[in-house]
């Protein structure tokens, strides 16, 4: 007996030591798995960004990590995501083997967890790369899977993204009006969801139909309205696409040069993405402009990028457009062999992707999915009858129920009353007179209710006539608003892009503040050999008026330096005067001689290092290396408007443009602004700090302006267009 209880101490000692290494294991191993959860969420978070910039192989390997988190964690549908952005990124990348290997584990995942919405949305995903290879009868039965999941769901975003999807496989057969059709109708929901960036994707492929179609007008004006929507989200993937469409729209209508600019735009935003298929479809774009521009060398060059792109994506449409370009360049090239072998390739790729056999499978998939709506509605539509008629069958017992008591209740009221009649005769004569008493003043309060309510409908509808006016109001605005901006567009493309100025000025400044989104004030430049003009001009008005001057004014100096080959100065601004006469009949109409335009006008030879300036009401400023300033000031006289005069004249002034001169041209919307006070920031204020900062960059100088200005403005409206161009000359 005392052996046993020596050793029954020790036995619990050893107890409480297992059982508090048990609890420590257990409280780790949850703490573990906490942290592996918030762990893999982050990394979640990470690959999603890195695929909104598109940077597919870092996203990829963020994405590994975080599945080794979630498998540690057993996170299933951390899993199944992290598979779907795996598969995303495979197929950005051109890789639509290892997309669809992701992607289907993924979709087995989301089945299992029976998850609708990641499963339509991997059905959705699914259907692309089966889309991207070509596969049209397996792409669309996929999108169908997936509508079918997300109409159920009520889910309008996914709706409208397969809607559109659906719109791409018709587009690839080559029925556009099919294509247009589910275009529209994703197109109407994006607008119901106010989903910018899906309505500018909307009107992308709209305006891919319409190309197509062969209705190119209409299919730039939907790119147009694309642009607009990709420039303000800085969409990078929506620009490079935009920009490529843009500029095969220019390849079929045979503008070499705008072609060129925006498809050399696209290629510098894709090369940094380094999508293949988008690539593909670039350099096959690149090759035709070359082709039809009879630089044959070029035109291979891009064509053999664009096969290689498009063969390790694997990309049937896209091999068959590329075969039969090649084929035309070798045909050009006298190359009749390899002509030949790529229109084979051409017309076999063509018929693996469209043909009678994926056209009927197609239709027939839509049928069975219409077919099997109508079921679904039919079976709604029953179940509904069905409710009804419970509901109906439920109120009749009630009812019936109801008049059993009410009778019953009845019966007791007669009794009762019958014994109770005698003794409460008087009494009911009395309530009687009561009761007509009542009932007159019942009748007064009925006629003053029903004044109140009459007065009260006025005001409803009055109140109805005034929001309706409103709203109509605000669409109108809107319209405005939204017309405006595109002209905005419009008038940002005519400006002189700034890298022009920068290979020649290296050092210089551009302040362009429209009042109204769009401006009566440009600026303009132009070269001829070794000579350079840059123009600053100020049009009447502002907003919209002065933007139709400035388009006319910009249009004007096109024609007389670069058509005419007009280089002097001031001869430019006496053709200039004439011109605008001319195009706004000054001569015929009194009341169009207001418009007119101020300019700042400079001629500069680099061989000469000589400058030459002419204005009309417009100095030019100049501050040399040593911070000595001059004005130079213009001809007081405008440029168009009217003209008491036989002849307007102009005069030329020889600058000098020593190394480190700098030479400013401005309008006066920078010198009249108003400050709270009504009093003008005006020109000594803004010479000074232009010989104040002389020795700074003249991006510093640019600083140190608006700096002023805002100072100067104390939030004030702006009262006028400003725009300012300051060069150095070395």
């Known amino acids: 007996m005392s052996n046993h209880f020596q050793h029954k101490p020790i036995a619990f000692l050893l107890v409480a030591v297992a059982c508090m290494l048990f609890v420590f294991s257990a409280s780790h191993a949850q703490s573990q798995v906490k942290s592996d959860s918030l762990l893999c969420e982050g990394y979640i978070n990470s690959t999603d960004s890195l695929l909104d910039l598109g940077e597919y192989y870092q996203a990829l390997g963020t994405a590994s990590l975080a599945l080794s988190y979630a498998e540690k964690s057993g996170l299933l549908n951390g899993i199944a995501l992290i598979l779907t952005q795996k598969g995303y990124a495979y197929r950005s990348l051109g890789d639509n083997y290892k997309a669809l290997e992701m992607l289907?584990?993924?979709?087995?995942?989301?089945?299992?967890?029976?998850?609708?919405?990641?499963?339509?949305?991997?059905?959705n995903q699914i259907g692309a790369v089966y889309r991207l290879q070509g596969s049209y009868p397996k792409a669309l039965e996929y999108y169908l899977n997936s509508l079918r999941i997300y109409e159920r769901l009520n889910i309008k975003s996914g709706i409208a993204s397969t809607l559109n999807n659906i719109g791409i496989v018709y587009l690839y057969q080559k029925d556009y009006d099919r294509a247009l059709d589910y275009y529209n109708r994703s197109l109407m929901l994006e607008q119901e969801l106010n989903n910018q960036e899906s309505i500018s994707t909307s009107y992308i492929n709209i305006g891919e139909a319409y190309?197509?179609?062969?209705?190119?007008?209409?299919?730039?004006?939907?790119?147009?309205?694309?642009?607009?929507?990709?420039?303000?989200?800085?969409?990078?993937?929506?620009?490079?696409?935009?920009?490529?469409?843009?500029?095969?729209?220019?390849?079929?209508?045979?503008?070499?040069?705008?072609?060129?600019?925006?498809?050399?735009?696209?290629?510098?935003?894709?090369?940094?993405?380094?999508s293949r298929n988008r690539l593909a479809e670039i350099h096959l774009n690149l090759g035709r402009h070359y082709l039809a521009t009879q630089n044959q060398t070029n035109a291979l060059?891009?064509?053999?990028?664009?096969?290689?792109?498009?063969?390790?994506?694997?990309?049937?449409?896209?091999?068959?457009?590329?075969?039969?370009?090649?084929?035309?360049?070798?045909?050009?090239q006298s190359h009749y062999k390899q002509a030949y072998t790529h229109f084979q390739q051409?017309?076999?790729?063509?018929?693996?992707?469209?043909?009678?056999?994926?056209t009927r499978k197609l239709v027939q998939a839509e049928m069975l999915h219409q077919f099997d709506k109508q079921q679904q509605e039919q079976k709604l539509l029953?179940?509904?009858?069905?409710?009804?008629?419970?509901?109906?069958?439920?109120?009749?017992?009630?009812?019936?129920?109801?008049?059993?008591?009410?009778?019953?209740?009845?019966?007791?009221?007669?009794?009762?009353?019958?014994?109770a009649l005698k003794q409460k005769q008087k009494a009911n004569e009395t309530l009687a007179q009561h009761q007509k008493l009542i009932l007159e003043k019942n009748e007064e309060l009925l006629q003053q209710q029903e004044e109140i309510l009459a007065q009260r409908d006025e005001i409803e509808h009055k109140n109805q006539i005034l929001?309706?006016?409103?709203?109509?109001?605000?669409?109108?605005?809107?319209?405005?608003?939204?017309?405006?901006?595109?002209?905005?567009?419009?008038?940002?493309?005519?400006?002189?892009?700034?890298?022009?100025?920068?290979?020649?000025?290296?050092?210089?400044?551009?302040?362009?503040?429209?009042?109204?989104?769009?401006?009566?004030?440009?600026?303009?430049?132009?070269?001829?050999?070794?000579?350079?003009?840059?123009?600053?001009?100020d049009c009447t008005g502002h907003g919209v008026p002065g933007s139709f001057m400035s388009m006319i004014g910009n249009t004007l100096l096109n024609q007389i330096v670069n058509e005419w080959q007009t280089h002097d100065p001031a001869l430019i601004l006496e053709y200039l005067?004439?011109?605008?006469?001319?195009?706004?009949?000054?001569?015929?109409?009194?009341?169009?001689?207001?418009?007119?335009?101020?300019?700042?006008?400079?001629?500069?030879?680099?061989?000469?290092?000589?400058?030459?300036?002419?204005?009309?009401?417009?100095?030019?400023?100049?501050?040399?290396?040593?911070?000595?300033?001059?004005?130079?000031?213009?001809d007081p006289r405008s440029v168009g408007g009217f003209q008491p005069e036989q002849k307007r004249y102009f005069t030329n002034h020889i600058v000098e443009a020593n190394n480190g001169c700098s030479v400013y041209l401005t309008t006066d919307g920078y010198t009249?602004?108003?400050?709270?006070?009504?009093?003008?920031?005006?020109?000594?204020?803004?010479?000074?700090?232009?010989?104040?900062?002389?020795?700074?960059?003249?991006?510093?100088?640019?600083?140190?302006?608006?700096?002023?200005?805002?100072?100067?403005?104390?939030?004030?409206e702006q009262i006028d267009d400003i725009c300012i161009l300051g060069i150095k000359f070395k």
């Open 104 to 123: 289907i584990v993924a979709l087995e995942n989301y089945q299992a967890l029976n998850n609708e919405k990641g499963e339509a949305s991997v059905l």
């Open 211 to 274: 190309k197509e179609k062969g209705q190119v007008d209409k299919a730039l004006d939907y790119y147009l309205k694309a642009l607009q929507i990709a420039k303000k989200y800085d969409d990078p993937d929506a620009l490079g696409v935009l920009y490529n469409e843009i500029g095969s729209i220019y390849i079929d209508v045979g503008n070499s040069a705008l072609a060129r600019t925006y498809l050399y735009e696209s290629l510098k935003i894709f090369e940094g993405i380094k």
């Open 301 to 332: 060059k891009h064509l053999k990028t664009a096969l290689d792109n498009a063969s390790a994506s694997k990309s049937n449409e896209l091999l068959a457009k590329i075969n039969l370009t090649l084929s035309q360049c070798y045909q050009q």
């Open 346 to 358: 051409h017309i076999a790729y063509r018929d693996s992707t469209y043909n009678k056999e994926s």
């Open 382 to 419: 029953q179940d509904r009858k069905d409710s009804i008629a419970n509901e109906v069958k439920r109120r009749q017992t009630l009812l019936r129920n109801f008049l059993l008591v009410a009778v019953l209740l009845l019966l007791t009221v007669v009794v009762v009353g019958y014994l």
């Open 467 to 537: 929001e309706q006016s409103q709203k109509i109001i605000a669409a109108k605005n809107d319209r405005i608003i939204s017309s405006i901006e595109y002209a905005q567009t419009i008038q940002e493309a005519i400006l002189p892009k700034e890298e022009l100025l920068k290979n020649i000025f290296a050092d210089h400044f551009i302040v362009y503040l429209p009042k109204d989104i769009v401006s009566g004030d440009f600026y303009w430049f132009s070269s001829y050999n070794e000579k350079f003009f840059i123009a600053v001009i």
């Open 577 to 634: 005067h004439d011109k605008v006469r001319k195009a706004l009949k000054q001569d015929e109409n009194d009341k169009r001689a207001h418009m007119s335009m101020d300019i700042a006008l400079l001629a500069y030879d680099s061989a000469t290092q000589q400058a030459t300036y002419a204005g009309a009401r417009r100095p030019l400023y100049i501050v040399d290396c040593e911070g000595n300033f001059t004005r130079i000031p213009g």
């Open 672 to 716: 009249d602004q108003m400050n709270p006070y009504m009093k003008k920031l005006g020109v000594k204020p803004f010479t000074d700090l232009l010989s104040k900062n002389y020795k700074h960059p003249l991006e510093g100088q640019k600083t140190a302006l608006l700096n002023a200005y805002r100072a100067h403005k104390a939030g004030c």
